[in-house]
């Protein structure tokens, strides 16, 4: 009845029947007939609103949307961002190590890496969460890429190994799949509330950059973008996700692998002139990457503050200033390789910004380009980097009357933005554990405006 509805060819769907029960003709002589006897009811019953009978049900013809040419498949947002780690891992020149412990909607990331051994994944189901990120890290010292991956409840038991990281400054990446919380709280349905977690949730002066994916297809670019930062500055990296994006699927271009830029790593393997310094800076305040067992390369890796350039155990107060002002300038400067804030649609400057993040990029781009065929003087800008925030955000933000942020949570991103610009961003919130429609953004422009 739905093909009919649509006016869509059945004959794919009959031609899928037989090839799934192949072995089964009955049974797929019955479901072809079942598909037959729903599509002429639609033709005979005179349900149609466009025919003679009164009905209510009109056809509906839906043009081809609007595509890129090239070779497309359908992907999940785990599918994708499984790809993306594992093409992260490629470009970098290096094997890589997935631990990770089974928890909604994250654990599709697990299954889906367990099925690519032949490009170096190693995958690892740990006993618990904190296990998993912190063999990840094992995986990392020893000169693998470390990946782990949960949703929220996870993320806080690996929030002390994800400090470790930032201690020793091993690059890791660390992938949160959000769903309702807090605790427990809604496990099949999506969020975007650990936004503060992922900022700020460690003990002590933490820093750590954090990507955001906008689609299941944006996942792949986001899961490089995060190994990429991971290995140039030497930290843990997180890419956040929700549910939405996880277990939604859309048709994805496959990328030309040729175009991807490498960025190979290199190890210290050789005494440098002067001594070695596990702790010495290149131009991006990262540290050497030293294999463990390298010859006459021996140095100390923990938990325990380390020494200026040496890496050796050092509580001294002066010491623990520079290295938690060098460990936050190092994360800031990632603002230096990242792209300056686009705008998604409109211009620099006007009346209002809808600004959003994450999973929120489909019903806001709809809804403005409703808004601004409407007249309506307004823009879309959607975040990727969360942090550190693009240099040229702030001047943009300030170039519009009004800004509004829908997310769903209470108000998180919004914020960061008032903490960081000093801009009287408005929250539109939403936490049903689903995701917001067209129509609400619409109505949030709406009130924004007037």
């Known amino acids: 009845l739905s093909l009919w509805m649509f ?20 049974v797929a002589n019955a479901n072809i007939a079942a598909l037959n006897a729903g ?19 009109p056809h509906h013809r839906i043009k081809a949307a609007p595509a890129t040419p090239g070779v497309y498949r359908t992907v999940t947002g785990a599918e994708a961002i499984s790809h993306g780690l594992v093409a992260g891992a490629q470009l970098a020149g290096l094997p890589m190590f997935f631990g990770g412990y089974p928890i909604t909607p994250a654990s599709a990331i697990l299954h889906h ?29 020893a000169g693998n890429l470390g990946i782990t991956s949960s ?14 990281a930032i201690m020793t400054e091993l690059p890791l990446v660390i992938v949160n799949s959000q769903r309702g919380g807090p605790s427990t709280g809604l496990p099949t ?76 790593v290199q190890f210290l393997e050789k005494m440098p002139e002067g001594g070695l310094m596990p702790y010495s800076r290149d131009d991006k305040l990262a540290r050497p990457w ?32 520079t290295m938690t002002e060098i460990r936050r300038d190092k994360v800031l400067g990632v603002a230096d390789s990242i792209p300056d804030q686009d705008i998604a649609h409109g211009k620099a400057g006007g009346k209002l910004a809808v600004v959003g993040w ?15 065929t409407a007249g309506k003087d307004v823009s879309h800008i ?23 942020v829908p997310e769903m949570n209470t108000g998180q991103l919004k914020t960061i933005l008032r903490d960081q610009y000093l801009i009287d961003a408005q929250p539109v919130n939403k936490v049903s554990g689903q995701p917001f429609t067209i129509t609400e953004i619409e109505v949030a422009i709406e009130e924004a405006l007037s």
């Open 7 to 26: 006016e869509r060819d059945r004959e794919p769907i009959i031609d899928w029947l037989k090839q799934k029960f192949a072995k089964l003709p009955d």
């Open 39 to 57: 599509h002429a009811y639609g033709e005979t019953a005179e349900i149609s609103g466009d025919g003679l009978g009164g009905g209510h049900l």
């Open 290 to 321: 030293i294999k463990p067992g390298t010859p006459e390369l021996m140095h100390r890796i923990g938990g325990i503050e380390k020494g200026l350039n040496t890496g050796h155990i050092d509580y001294g107060p002066a010491n623990h200033q």
């Open 189 to 264: 349905k999506t969020e975007q509330s650990d936004l503060y977690q992922a900022v700020f949730g460690r003990n002590g002066d933490a820093p750590m950059p954090v990507i955001s994916a906008r689609s299941p297809g944006d996942a792949f670019d986001c899961a490089i973008e995060a190994v990429r930062i991971a290995v140039q500055y030497m930290t843990p990296v997180m890419l956040l996700t929700d549910g939405y994006i996880a277990n939604a699927a859309e048709p994805w271009k496959i990328p030309d692998v040729s175009t991807l830029e490498p960025f190979p």
């Open 151 to 164: 949703s929220g409840p996870g993320i806080a038991l690996k929030g002390e190994a994800m400090g470790l």
């Open 113 to 141: 890496l367990s099925r690519l051994k032949e490009f170096g994944v190693t995958t690892f189901q740990a006993e618990d969460e904190i296990a998993a990120i912190t063999a990840a890290i094992g995986a990392s010292y």
């Open 382 to 404: 959607h975040i990727r980097n969360i942090w550190p925030l693009p240099k040229n955000l702030g001047e943009l933000l300030k170039s519009y009357d009004r800004v509004i």
């Open 358 to 372: 994450g999973s929120t990029f489909g019903p806001i781009h709809q809804g403005v380009l409703r808004a601004s």
